[in-house]
């Protein structure tokens, strides 16, 4: 019994850094903070930078499109050398 109980409450402290500080209703009413894509993250963040950066004035209309560009293609190319990567190992 007392075996058990050690065990159930390891897990739980194990479950507790596991999640990051989160609760399970976090996940279940946010479903998407299970899987991360650390790639579409750094992209989203990025994106969300440059049209801060141009709704505030601070980038002019053309570096906009150019550096959206060049995120867009970078993101792509991180995306297809993953997935090359995962085709690969199977």
């Known amino acids: 019994m007392l075996k058990k109980g050690i065990l159930l409450i390891l897990s739980f402290v194990v479950m507790g850094c596991a999640t990051d500080g989160k609760h399970l209703d976090d996940y279940l009413n946010n479903p998407q903070l299970i899987l991360k894509d650390p790639h579409f993250m750094a992209y989203e963040d990025q994106r969300a930078i440059f049209e801060h950066q141009y709704l ?35």
Request: charged residues 40%.
């Open 56 to 90: 505030h004035g601070q980038m002019i209309y053309a570096d906009f499109v150019e550096k959206m560009k060049a995120l867009d293609a970078k993101y792509l190319k991180e995306v297809k050398e993953r997935n090359d990567k995962l085709g690969a190992a199977k």
